[in-house]
């Protein structure tokens, strides 16, 4: 059994989920075992979010808690968003964090855990006299051996370690880093890269359903949010990449997809012949969609986000075309109204919004559609904050997520005047939610007497019901008759016998 462990907890989007599955099979294939608790680990990581304030403030609590930790000589690490927007600052706020990497930066991973793995046993080396006599810093770690330790750290500008390392003796006279180590390894300057974090290594947590990464990060750039700061610049993998992945995990048995990027329909495929020349040529985001419902054995693909500016009828040809693909788009709005939209510079109005909803709505099936959106962004009036409530009615949602406006970092709405309180921010954002919820009782209660295909998620033994996901992406509790044990991860026709405002009810036909 590996001597290393780590215990890495995630924070945020699928986006994250996902990367955090990619960077624990990286860590399990550079010998580390993931445990489940702080407790049992040598290294504990944050994967970040800095959406939202609330989410950063997560993070800073979570390090707080590690002063606890400190003496055991555990290892701290700081990734994604937080770590790229905060970057060496974090090491004032949390001096005992030895790494921090943005996600643009994980495809350097294995090297960064190698440099500070070196460092820390360089820290070791160090006698604790003479740090206790005030020696200089420690040397960086010494040049790396064929598959052994790193490049002379700290050499590569895109990569920098700082080991002004202190050691102390432990109870039993072991060595091991004191609160005084300063290992510092950080990966923060590749937001310019080109390049995807692709790896062999991606542990997934489901072993029927999983997430493929065919875009990272943004070029938008709204103005309330910090994803193309902290994610870098817009970059797609080769859809010949994407499906491999995808014909691999259908081999494994995953018979769902979804395709993961923060804006999956401006896709561009940056390898193959020019587009339309054969069919090797280059895909678009709706053609690569429908090859990989067309791998055998995929039974559901599904994507998100979709930005409405890029969102093409071609998506919704490819719904109509290929079964597989699932019958929900995930659209977020933000706001419903242009003068609002202009200001978060979403680069569509409200009525270009509503063409596109009105093209998911003329699909030979019904797509269920659910969006994000934003309230009290500054200067957003009584008004504005009504065509966004009226635009609710009028699309008719299966599921909305709405934030309240949270001033970010660097973003350009931080300079916008016109701030709204954060009570009338909460106002709004309850007034909203009660009316989402209006609506979906009424949508959901179309589905009694229907029947559903949903694939089996697992049971809750309490309530003696299975749970499982529609096409929708509805959520689907159902019982099974006496003899009858659905299996997790198998599909099964539900007759849908009640609905609440999130999910539905029913039996298992047999
Ligand atoms: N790329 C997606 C898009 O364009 O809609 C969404 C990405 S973001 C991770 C998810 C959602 O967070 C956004 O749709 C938006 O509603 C919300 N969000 C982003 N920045 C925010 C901010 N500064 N304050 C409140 N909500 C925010
Ligand atoms: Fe953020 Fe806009 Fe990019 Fe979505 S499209 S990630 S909201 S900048």
């Known amino acids: 059994m590996s001597s290393k462990t780590f215990y890495l907890e995630t924070f945020g989007c699928q986006m994250n989920v996902h990367d955090s599955e990619k960077v624990v099979g990286t860590l399990v294939s550079e010998g580390y075992r993931q445990v489940e608790t702080v407790e049992e680990a040598d290294l504990v990581l944050y994967n970040t979010c800095s959406i939202r304030d609330k989410a950063e403030q997560k ?42 990497a943005g996600s643009a930066s994980y495809r350097r991973l294995p090297e960064m855990l190698r440099q500070l793995e070196a460092a820390e046993s360089a820290a070791r080396e160090i006698p604790f006299d003479r740090l206790r006599a ?17 490049e002379n750290a700290g050499l590569r500008d895109d990569a920098s370690v700082v080991a002004t390392a202190g050691t102390s003796a432990g109870k039993s006279g072991s060595r091991k880093p004191a609160a005084e180590s300063l290992i510092r ?19 997934r947590s489901n ?20 994803v193309p700061y902290t994610r870098g610049k817009e970059r797609s993998r080769t859809s010949e990449s994407v499906l491999a992945e995808a014909r691999q995990m259908a081999d494994l048995g995953y018979t769902e997809i979804q395709l993961l990027g923060q804006n999956v329909n401006s896709y561009k495929d940056p390898e193959g012949k020019p587009a339309g020349s054969n069919k090797n040529s280059r895909k678009t985001f709706a053609e690569l969609l429908a090859a990989v419902g067309e791998v055998p054995g995929i ?45 978060m510079q979403r680069l569509y109005t409200r009525d270009q919004y509503l063409e596109r909803i009105a093209w998911m709505k003329a699909a030979k099936r019904e797509i269920s559609i659910t969006t994000d959106v934003i309230v009290g962004f500054p200067g957003e009036t009584e008004s504005d904050f009504a065509a966004t409530l009226d635009l609710l009615e009028e699309v008719g949602y299966d599921a909305v997520f709405a934030f309240k406006y949270s001033p970010r970092p660097n973003t350009p709405s931080l300079k916008l005047d016109d701030a709204i309180p954060d009570e009338e921010k909460a106002r709004r954002l309850e007034v909203l939610m009660a009316k989402q919820r209006e609506i979906q009782i009424a949508s959901y ?30 959520t689907l509790n159902f019982t099974a008759p006496a003899g009858a044990s659905p299996k997790t991860g198998s599909y099964a026709s539900i007759l849908v016998t009640g609905s609440f405002p999130n999910s539905l009810l029913g039996e298992l036909v047999v």
């Open 299 to 343: 039974r559901r693909v599904r994507f998100t986000t979709s930005h409405p500016r890029d969102f093409g009828r071609d998506i919704v040809d490819a719904i109509d075309a290929v079964p597989t693909l699932c019958d929900h788009v995930h659209l977020p709005v933000q706001s419903g109204s242009t003068r609002v939209l202009d200001a």
């Open 185 to 203: 390894i950080t990966g923060l300057d590749d937001r310019e890269t080109d390049e995807c974090f692709e790896t062999e290594f991606t542990a």
């Open 59 to 100: 993070v800073f609590n979570r390090l707080s808690d590690y002063k606890k930790y400190k003496k055991q000589g555990k290892t701290f690490g700081v990734l994604g968003c937080v770590a790229q927007q905060e970057g060496e600052k974090i090491f004032e706020r949390a001096p005992y964090v030895s790494l921090v």
């Open 134 to 150: 005030g020696s200089p810093p420690a040397a960086a770690p010494p040049p790396a051996k064929a598959g052994g330790l790193p």
């Open 207 to 226: 072993p029927h359903r999983g997430y493929i990464t065919i875009i990272e990060g943004c070029d938008k750039f709204c103005s309330y949010c910090v």
């Open 445 to 474: 209660k179309r589905y009694i007497g229907t029947h559903c295909e949903v694939m089996v998620e697992g049971k809750n033994e309490a309530r003696a019901q299975y749970s499982g996901r529609t096409s929708h992406n509805k």
